[in-house]
């Protein structure tokens, strides 16, 4: 059941006698992150809350409106994390703070890595439109950080977008890639042990500050003493 993938993400919360929006949406970024939008009907998701469909309608408009809350709930602190794209100086502390709410935000939402993946590979007009709306402006975002802070590291200019797609693959490969490798192996359930996820912002901290941190005698170094 939906509910035994929720909890792995979780802890369970006293039982309600309706599901609150933040229950609605859990459920909903497993479904659309297993499914892709156009595999999900509302009836589906209700059946699975004990719902029925008009009372999910209580709490959103429809299926793209609920789709809509997921993306915008999941990748909020990503724009927030954008939101000055002109960081400063890049320094072992800012890095580590930032990997810190990027592991912490993903591993609270395990879906949530699968779920933009797939719908960066939807070829459907809604989820396009959703895109252009929510992923774009977080890409330019992050695409304007990445070349502030690329000649400093000594990246070329023509090297920017190629280091901001390796910056977002190390980031969320992780995410994407544990469920499978724990099926591979013949293990089972979810959420993700307290060492891997130390061990996997560790790796994040040192390959994100040897991608984008200040180059000894660099311009950036220089300046800094």
Do not use: C
């Amino acid at each position: 059941m939906l509910t035994k993938r929720i909890a792995g993400a979780r802890k369970a919360a006293p039982a309600e006698p309706l599901p609150t929006r933040e229950v609605i949406l859990d459920a909903a970024e497993v479904l659309f992150a297993e499914h892709g939008v156009d595999g999900v009907a509302v009836r589906d998701l209700a059946r699975e809350l004990n719902l029925t469909p008009s009372s999910l309608y209580n709490h959103f408009a429809g299926k793209q409106a609920l789709y809509e809350a997921v993306l915008e709930r999941g990748l909020r602190p990503f724009a927030e994390l954008f939101a000055d794209p002109d960081p400063g100086l890049v320094t072992p502390d800012g890095v580590r703070r930032t990997v810190a709410i990027i592991v912490e935000h993903l591993a609270a939402h395990p879906h949530l890595a699968r779920l933009i993946q797939r719908a960066l590979i939807e070829e459907t007009e809604s989820v396009q439109a959703l895109i252009e709306r929510h992923l774009q402006p977080l890409y330019e975002r992050g695409l304007a950080l990445v070349r502030n802070v690329a000649d400093d590291a000594e990246w070329g200019e023509r090297e920017v977008p190629h280091l901001a797609i390796g910056l977002f693959a190390i980031v969320f490969a992780f995410f994407v890639n544990v469920p499978a490798l724990r099926r591979m192996k013949g293990r089972r359930g979810e959420g993700y042990p307290l060492t891997a996820l130390e061990n996997q912002k560790r790796f994040l901290e040192k390959a994100i500050f040897r991608l984008v941190g200040p180059r000894p005698g660099g311009k950036a170094a220089a300046t800094s003493r």
